[in-house]
């Protein structure tokens, strides 16, 4: 069984949507890549003036990527060890009533209740206490 997790439409959107999720697309690419370029010029400098800071903060930046690709690896296989050993729990569905239930437990005869089922409008009186003593 093959399922698609990724739902691609694209080519039933008109010409015109499609050429501007394209160019908007690569717009925000090249917005994105210039953000980055005056950190790469300062990097650029230093490495051409100071050439052991730059191996330390490019070894800096590799041991902080392969630590957080082994976080991520970890999260990952705890999640799916907990979704294989952990199943969840799911709610048992509820046992319908029958009448004689809701007559038991009120302390009603089961006729006067189907009566007021009946009724487009019920009266259902209270004593003092709040307990149901008739439905009318």
Request: hydrophobic share 50%; proline share 4%; charged share 15%.
């Amino acid at each position: 069984m093959k399922s698609n997790l990724i739902i691609d439409l694209r080519q039933q959107l008109p010409w015109h949507k499609r050429y501007l999720s394209n160019t908007s697309t690569a717009m925000l690419w090249a917005v994105w890549l210039l953000l980055w370029r005056p950190l790469l010029l300062l990097l650029g400098v230093i490495g051409i003036q100071k050439p052991h800071i730059v191996n330390n903060i490019m070894s800096a930046f590799t041991l902080i990527l392969q630590h957080g690709l082994i976080a991520l690896m970890v999260c990952a296989l705890s999640l799916l060890l907990w979704n294989r050993f952990i199943p969840a729990k799911t709610p048992q569905q509820a046992q319908q009533k029958l009448l004689t239930d809701y007559a038991d437990h009120f302390a009603l005869n089961a006729q006067e209740i189907e009566s007021g089922r009946q009724q487009k409008v019920s009266t259902v009186v209270h004593d003092e206490n709040g307990k149901i003593i008739s439905i009318q």
